[in-house]
């Protein structure tokens, strides 16, 4: 155990001040430099004449000149230089301070203190980026081929499905470099659980197919649908309901940490405060996915800061994409007008480019974002000129998606790129698409440094990937992953999304990761994360017309229910009720409860009778009264005084605001919001 200043144990050990003439560590910082003692003449000659008389022993029986020679400099630099034990903890603390500085420092040295206290090993998650990613691809890759060495010990009988790719990482590793096609390796067949002539094919939405923390793994297309049996249930369609639980399970509780760390106000009462006019807080359950979901909540529909509702958005726009980009290409789907007009009657083409800056560690990411949008109005936007014009009719552009990523690496710092998907009046010939992209660059290099921004790179600077021949329904699948699918993604080469930066934070406390993500959510502000060109405005709208708030308050498939009072259907049932002055006295007084109660009806796994047991059980822990406090339609347990107030009316902005009354009119009664 070492001190660190501040404290009352004594101040921690000085590093030195030449870093050219000290011991470097691995990783090329500099290492803490203990005073050597003074040796004076006198004990420099008895201490070697005693390690001359110790040390022959070590010599051969005949030993050569070059023996001897060796081991005259061997006693005389052991004289000369004796050994001396330097402290491990304060080298480490000294290199804590210069990385991540005295702050950090000394949370890291009071957590390696808990933790040898507590008999546990210690293993910093910040003392090298690299080093911690490189140990989770180690991981990832285990668990890969572990899961591979399981399934061929099962034979398969492969059908016309797909399933889950096995590469891990980054998606961005997978794109080609160089201008390369970029299309996802997939496998036509499907996985089939078990063994025997009972085994049941089961195909599982991209829904249900979720990340486990610090893991990718890459969703299924968001056209498959479960196969319905009447048999019963197969172990893998459960197993693929609780990873997707476990999914949600992880998002809502990191938007409990995001919630103590943010300033936005909108953001802090996702999830957690009622809607106006609402008497009760539901819960609704879905037994076909075993999903539970609070409705008569609020929602925020910040899709770059939420991770509730951000998950939600992304999935759903991916799907659009995805879907606009399959039509696109396919000359027998219907588009409509005039989208069906501006392609080849053998189909459009598709492209996706992605565009770069060059930035230091010292960068701002408000500057970087600055230069980023204002880099793409002029080579691109409105500002872009005649000649865009022009090669956009040459190459037949007939529109673009642009999406908006960041990530943060501890090397450079954060990276803001854009993801491009182009839709061409017909496919790009490879001469096509090196000249394209070469006239791409030029025009991005020429806005950047007009934009006041660093000199760009040709390698990095702007990449462009076309579909191979025949892989355009694959190609469309992936780029709409790669675009919307940042949530789910890992940062590349040691960088990190700013959601792996709070989930660092929520395991490891360190303060550079809080500052990292609050520089994050001022930057962000006013930030459009995914952008249909104008004219493709009505093709997005032809394969989902709902809104950002549709999406999130009304029921979904992706998370954990609907958000507002849906219609009575078979598919969803009311298991609870709430009063909302214990909702905000008991549900509210912790964080975590919320997802508990939610946890305690799903383990039932489909059981109406046990789930709602364990529910009761679970909230009477609560010191609350079923009946009263807590109910359930289930066992008509809804208390008799309980009433709903009528909900509140919608302001019409297009009626006159009416005159003022006299005092003999009489005002009706308003609903109450907090009934108790």
């Known amino acids: 155990m070492i001190s660190v200043p501040g404290d009352s144990r004594p101040a921690t050990p000085v590093r030195a001040t030449e870093p050219d003439t000290h011991p470097s560590d691995a990783s090329g910082s500099s290492a803490f430099v203990p005073q050597l003692p003074a040796v004076d003449r006198d004990e420099r000659a008895d201490r070697r004449s005693e390690l001359e008389a110790t040390a022959s022993t070590d010599l051969p029986a005949s030993p050569t000149p070059r023996d001897l020679v060796r081991h005259r400099q061997a006693v005389l630099h052991a004289a000369e230089y004796p050994p001396v034990e330097v402290d491990a903890d304060a080298a480490q603390f000294a290199r804590w301070v210069e990385r991540f500085g005295q702050t950090a420092a000394v949370g890291l040295a009071h957590g390696r203190d808990a933790a040898r206290l507590a008999g546990a090993e210690f293993g910093p998650a910040h003392e090298s980026p690299l080093e911690a990613f490189d140990a989770r691809q180690r991981k990832i890759r285990e668990a890969a081929r572990a899961r591979r060495k399981t399934t061929s010990a099962t034979p ?387 394969f989902d017309g709902r809104t950002d708030e549709e999406i999130t308050d009304q029921a979904n498939d992706d998370e954990d229910g609907p958000r507002v009072e849906p219609e009575e259907t078979p598919r969803t049932i009311d298991v609870l009720g709430v009063r909302l002055d214990t909702w905000f006295q008991v549900i509210l007084k912790n964080p975590t409860r919320r997802l508990a109660a939610q946890q305690a009806f799903e383990a039932a796994e489909g059981n109406l009778d046990v789930g709602l047991a364990g529910l009761r059980a679970l909230l009477e822990s609560w010191d609350l009264t079923w009946g009263h406090d807590v109910w359930s339609p289930l066992d008509n347990s809804t208390p008799p005084d309980f009433l709903e107030p009528e909900p509140l009316p919608k302001p019409n902005p297009t009626t006159s605001i009416p005159a003022q009354t006299t005092s003999d009119t009489t005002t009706p009664p308003q609903p109450e919001l907090f009934t108790c």
């Open 156 to 542: 398969m009988t492969p059908t016309g499905g797909e399933r889950p790719s096995d590469a891990v990482g980054s998606t961005e590793a997978g794109l080609g470099q160089g201008g390369r096609s970029a299309t996802p390796p997939t496998a036509s067949r499907a996985r089939k659980r078990g063994s025997g002539p009972e085994s049941v094919q089961v195909t599982v939405a991209a829904e249900d197919v979720g990340d486990a923390p610090g893991t990718h793994v890459a969703n299924l297309p968001a056209a498959a649908k479960p196969v319905r049996d009447t048999r019963p249930e197969p172990k893998a369609g459960r197993e693929a309901r609780r990873t997707a639980n476990k999914k949600r399970d992880h998002w809502h509780e990191l938007r409990i940490v995001l919630q103590k760390m943010t300033e936005d106000d909108t953001f802090s009462k996702c999830g957690r405060l009622p809607i106006p006019g609402v008497g009760r807080m539901k819960m609704n359950y879905d037994k076909a996915k075993n999903r539970t979901g609070w409705v008569n909540v609020r929602t925020c529909r910040k899709a770059n800061l939420c991770t509730v509702c951000g998950n939600r958005i992304r999935t759903a726009r991916g799907n659009q994409l995805a879907a606009a980009a399959m039509a696109w290409a396919d000359p027998a789907a219907e588009l409509p007008a005039p989208f069906a007009d501006l392609r080849e009657k053998t189909g459009g083409g598709l492209a996706m480019g992605t565009f770069t800056l060059k930035h230091y560690r010292r960068t701002k990411l408000s500057e970087l974002i600055a230069v980023q949008r204002k880099a793409w109005s002029y080579s691109f936007g409105r500002e872009s000129g005649k000649n865009w014009q022009k090669v956009r009719t040459r190459f037949g552009i007939v529109g673009d998606v642009r999406v908006f990523e960041t990530t943060w690496g501890s090397a450079n710092g954060w990276h803001p790129h854009f993801h491009v998907t182009y839709f061409l009046a017909k496919p790009l010939t490879p001469a096509e698409r090196k000249e394209l992209e070469q006239i791409l660059f030029r025009r991005w290099e020429k806005g950047v440094m007009r934009a006041g921004g660093y000199t760009l790179s040709r390698k990095y600077g702007v990449r462009l990937d076309v579909p191979k021949k025949g892989d355009v329904e694959a190609f469309a699948r992936y780029i709409a992953k790669e675009m919307t699918g940042l949530l789910t993604k890992t940062g590349n080469k040691g960088r990190r999304t700013p959601w792996q930066i709070a989930q660092d934070y929520a395991e490891t406390k360190n303060p550079q990761d809080r500052a990292l993500w609050a520089e994050y959510e001022n930057a962000i502000r006013g930030v459009w994360w995914l952008r249909w060109s104008d004219n493709l405005n009505p093709l997005a709208k032809h």
